[in-house]
């Protein structure tokens, strides 16, 4: 590849088309995985046990014949393929359907707790990736020492402890009052019925609901970017740009601030951005111990039934986050790093 002079400036003859032809595969790439995932979220539910028309009339008596007007009504009485057919088109149309079990569009469902989940899982998102990288950096510049050994085997611990598990825990000692004492954090929902009118008391009263959920994502989630960065730093700390840095007078603290740290932090970038499509999925488990009327206690309740149509639309919705955050993080990782480029 030669050099080129126009408007006076040096130009690389090239590259311009090989980082179009980047973002084309790249952006192919997620046009096939998202219409995997269309395929994937009709077919995946459809293997689940269970009638849905018989579950939505449990608690009432149904003859057969209202049975099968109900499964007409729904479509569940349609060939497979006609069914796959019309989900194609109502997707293409942006319909993700009408829930069974609140007889609502499922677009409209998601919409509203959208915004739950990512406040909760969101500012949890947020609060680990600063946790994490910030313990990783201190456990790499001690390596070896006390201060190492315990940011890791605590980090790991938490990390392999199960979401659910952690949460009642929490819910148990500081959810739950001991005699006459109340607890110190409520145990469900997201707000209280009795908060006092205006802006700042709802703001409060929705923290005090978030704080036990929250302690346990990031409990739990900071580990994974505490032992990237650890792992990133110690493999810059032997590079030969720190040791002219210190030869050249600056104090260990800069040359980790200016040179180690932002070099170590390129690795984390596919994972926070990872992390942040799954800000949309939230948390199934945390949100079902804590009551947190996000997308994650509504995908619950869709499979207790089973609510076919949201189901699909949750899981399309929850599964294309993560392909376009994960395609935004490679296109991204490129102009971080010149050797991708390269």
């Not at 994972?271 to 999925?281: S, Y």
């Not at 619950?300 to 949201?310: K, S, T, W």
């Not at 919705?317 to 010149?338: F, G």
């Amino acid at each position: 590849m030669t050099d080129t002079l126009e408007h006076g400036r040096p130009h690389r003859s090239g590259t311009v088309p090989r980082t179009l032809g980047f973002v084309a595969r790249k952006l192919g790439g997620a046009a096939v995985s998202l219409a995997l995932v269309a395929v994937l979220g009709f077919f995946l539910f459809r293997v689940l046990p269970g009638d849905p028309a018989r579950t939505m009339t449990r608690s009432a008596p149904v003859s057969a014949e209202q049975l099968a007007q109900l499964r007409h009504r729904f479509g569940l009485d349609q060939p497979l393929y006609v069914q796959f057919r019309d989900f194609l088109v109502n997707l293409a149309r942006g319909d993700l359907g009408t829930s069974y079990t609140y007889n609502r569009p499922v677009t409209e469902l998601i919409g509203e707790r959208l915004g739950p989940t990512v406040l909760l899982v969101g500012t949890a998102t947020v609060l680990a990736v600063l946790l994490g990288l910030w313990l990783g950096t201190r456990a790499a510049w001690r390596h070896g020492t006390a201060t190492d050994r315990w940011f890791t085997s605590v980090g790991l611990t938490l990390w392999s402890v199960p979401t659910f598990w952690l949460g009642l825990l929490l819910l148990m000692a500081f959810g739950v009052g001991v005699g006459p004492l109340p607890g110190l954090f409520p145990v469900a929902g997201m707000s209280s019925p009795d908060v006092p009118p205006g802006v700042l008391p709802r703001v409060l009263d929705v923290g005090h609901h978030m704080v036990l959920p929250c302690v346990t994502l990031v409990a739990v989630i900071h580990a994974q970017f505490m032992m990237v960065m650890r792992s990133s730093l110690l493999e810059e700390m032997g590079a030969e740009y720190l040791t002219t840095a210190r030869a050249k007078g600056l104090r260990d603290d800069a040359v980790r601030r200016g040179h180690a740290v932002p070099n170590a932090l390129l690795p984390t970038v596919t994972l926070v951005f990872l992390h942040l499509g799954t800000v949309v999925a939230g948390a199934i488990t945390v949100e079902t111990v804590f009551s947190w009327p996000g997308l994650g206690l509504l995908t619950y309740e869709a499979l207790r039934v089973p609510d076919l149509p949201l189901l699909q639309g949750t899981f399309v919705v929850l599964a294309s986050s993560v392909i376009v955050m994960n395609t935004l993080a490679e296109l991204l990782y490129r102009v971080l790093d010149p050797r991708v480029r390269a």
